[in-house]
Nanobody, 124 residues
Framework: QVQLVESGGGSVQAGGSLRLSCAASGHTFSSYAMGWFRQAPGKERKFVTAISRSGGTTYYEDSVKGRFTISRDNAKNTVYLQMNSLKPEDTAVYYC?????????????????WGQGTQVTVSS
């Protein structure tokens, strides 16, 4: 089992940047594919990006390509989400998730473990 704790959320103006972190407990972090999802007010939770166990494979939702970068440091049991050129429509609660699989899931129902979420607010 793994526990996930997100940090790094906050308020920023459009065009700004934030870096989210997700720290995982346990000693098998490198066995988990990791994903980031977000949920805007009144909307369903949606996929943002995901990364393979080794970090060699990543996927991004189209609206964040070229602006967001997912990375991981298996020695630190942490996955990161660097968000640049933020837009008001990026405002949401951001969740990290973990799944002990060899591929890279993009569907939230495939993930077994979730963090509590961190709020990102982008003002125009």
């Amino acid at each position: 089992q793994v526990q996930l704790v997100e940090s790094g959320g906050g308020s920023v103006q459009a065009g700004g940047s934030l870096r989210l972190s997700c720290a995982a407990s346990g000693h098998t972090f490198s066995s988990y594919a990791m994903g980031w999802f977000r949920q805007a007010p009144g909307k369903e939770r949606k996929f943002v990006t995901a990364i393979s166990r080794s970090g060699g494979t990543t996927y991004y939702e189209d609206s964040v390509k070229g602006r967001f970068t997912i990375s991981r440091d298996n020695a630190k049991n942490t996955v990161y989400l660097q968000m640049n050129s933020l837009k008001p429509e990026d405002t949401a609660v951001y969740y990290c998730a973990a799944d002990r699989v060899t591929y890279v899931p993009t569907n939230e129902y495939e993930y077994d473990y979730w963090g509590q979420g961190t709020q990102v607010t982008v003002s125009s």
